[in-house]
């Protein structure tokens, strides 16, 4: 089975605190994506990659950037966090090539701005 | 613009009910379509898709969903619902290529005992 993980599942941040949110998946996966869940929205995609060291933006990558060193792991990066980012984010990967498959998606970092 | 419609924000049914969730879509050309399912405090999971082919995609849990392009509509339905079966419920689709998904807005589905 996919397994796609986040590294924390709560998170509580101070405003203006650069935070981290890790994602890892285990299928070697050539496309990683990178959400943001609020309430009445849906998802919204921030930022995606579609192999190491590449990287585009989503439709709202205002306030974030993405790392993504290895293969496994995307990271997003929020350099100095704001309230209005208090959200639910969501990792998600996909395997690459020609055909079209599912995305497979990590259980969520919830994240709260103070 | 590519866009995904799901029109009901809430929809509450009794267990025991049948259900069914729209969803609409706006793609110039056939798209990729999915449903996704997350319970409370969980990711998502997926329910089903639909690339081609039979236009009736069946999926796990008793869902099922109809394409039907003349309606531009992809409506999730389930014969009888089960309490476990309240969570939100996410339409997805995509034009393929770089596979970006783009989401509806979700649609919260309570059961009442």
């Known amino acids: 089975d996919v397994k796609v993980t986040q590294s924390s599942r709560y998170l509580v941040k101070r405003t203006g605190e650069k935070v981290f949110l890790e994602c890892v998946q285990d299928?070697?996966?050539?496309?990683m994506f990178w959400y943001r869940q609020d309430p009445g929205l849906g998802l919204r995609l921030i930022y995606f990659?579609?192999?190491?060291?590449?990287?585009e933006k989503g439709d709202i990558p205002e306030g974030y950037s993405v790392s993504r060193e290895k293969k496994e792991r995307f990271s997003l990066i929020l350099e100095s966090a704001s309230t209005n980012q208090t959200s639910m984010y969501l990792c998600?990967?996909?395997?690459?090539?020609?055909?079209?498959?599912?995305?497979?998606f990590g259980p969520g970092t919830r994240l709260t701005v103070t | 613009a590519q866009s995904v419609t799901q029109p009901d924000i809430h929809i509450t049914v009794s267990e025991g009910a049948s259900l069914e969730l729209r969803c609409n879509y706006s793609?110039?050309?056939?798209?990729?379509l999915f449903w996704y399912v997350q319970s409370p405090g969980q990711g998502l999971q997926l329910l089903l898709k639909?690339?081609?082919?039979?236009?009736l995609v069946q999926g796990i849990k008793g869902f099922e969903a109809e394409f039907k392009r003349s309606q531009s509509s992809f409506n999730l339905r389930k014969p009888s619902v089960h309490w476990s079966d309240a969570a939100e419920y996410f339409c997805?689709?995509?034009?393929?290529?770089?596979?970006?998904?783009?989401f509806g807005q979700g649609t919260r589905l309570t059961i009442n005992p």
């Open positions: 793609y110039g050309a056939t798209p990729y």
């Open positions: 998600a990967s996909i395997a690459g090539g020609g055909g079209v498959y599912e995305q497979y």
């Open positions: 997805a689709g995509t034009g393929g290529g770089a596979q970006k998904l783009v």
């Open positions: 990659s579609y192999d190491v060291k590449m990287k």
């Open positions: 639909y690339f081609s082919g039979d236009t």
């Open positions: 299928m070697d996966h050539e496309n």
